[in-house]
Structures are given as structure tokens and as C-alpha cells.
Nanobody, 114 residues
Framework: VQLQASGGGLVQAGGSLRLSCAAS????????VSWYRQPPGKQRELVAA???????NYSESMKGRATISRDNIRRTVYLQMNNLKPDDTGDYYC?????????WGRGTQVTVSS
């Protein structure tokens, strides 16, 4: 199983980014895919998740500012983030629980300047 996260970058506060998580090695449409972030010096925290049926869930901090979606044909999950704040800065990771364990992609860095 491989997960490839991309789409991070440097944006000003109020800007937007669209993160992508591309998966291979699994029957993608069977699994929930989650996005986590790890702010500098802090623990990793859940940002959003999307179930295999497409049902989304968001952290309180991202509600109203993020949209998670999936394309099962492309085996990719997207995280559209709007009105970004400096507190959104961190490394963003996608995760898939499969085959009895969690698979994590390499992070993509998001930096929001004030």
C-alpha cells in the first residue's frame, strides 16, 4: 500500500490549498481515508475523513472551511481548504486503515503566513 500526499505550499492567511492523496495497492473504494496534520512541536491531529460511501467528517477547527472528497476511479482523496489561518500550518498526512494496520503517506507541508 502506498499513499502519496501532495498539494501543500506557502499561502497567505485567507488563501486556499487543495491537497491530494493518491493511493495504490488497495481496493481503494472499500476504505475510509483520513487527513491528519501535525503543527510544529505538536501532536498529530485529525483534520477530516471520508468514508467509503463518501460521508465526510471534519474537525471542529476545519468545519466550514474544508471540503473532503474522493474519486474512486483515480483512487484519490482531495482536501480543499479555504480561508486558511496561520494555525493551519503543519505537515499534512493521509491515512488508510487496511489489512489490520494504518498506512500513512509522507506528509505535505502547509505554511500559512499572517
Amino acid at each position: 500500500v502506498q499513499l502519496q500526499a501532495s498539494g501543500g505550499g506557502l499561502v497567505q492567511a485567507g488563501g486556499s490549498l487543495r491537497l491530494s492523496c493518491a493511493a495504490s495497492g488497495i481496493v481503494f473504494n472499500l476504505y475510509t481515508v483520513s487527513w491528519y496534520r501535525q503543527p510544529p512541536g505538536k501532536q498529530r491531529e485529525l483534520v477530516a475523513a471520508i468514508g467509503n460511501s463518501g460521508t465526510p467528517n471534519y474537525s471542529e477547527s476545519m468545519k466550514g472551511r474544508a471540503t473532503i472528497s474522493r474519486d474512486n476511479i483515480r483512487r484519490t482523496v482531495y482536501l480543499q481548504m479555504n480561508n486558511l489561518k496561520p494555525d493551519d500550518t503543519g505537515d499534512y498526512y493521509c491515512k488508510v486503515p487496511a489489512r489490520g494496520r494504518d498506512f500513512w503517506g509522507r506528509g505535505t507541508q502547509v505554511t500559512v503566513s499572517s
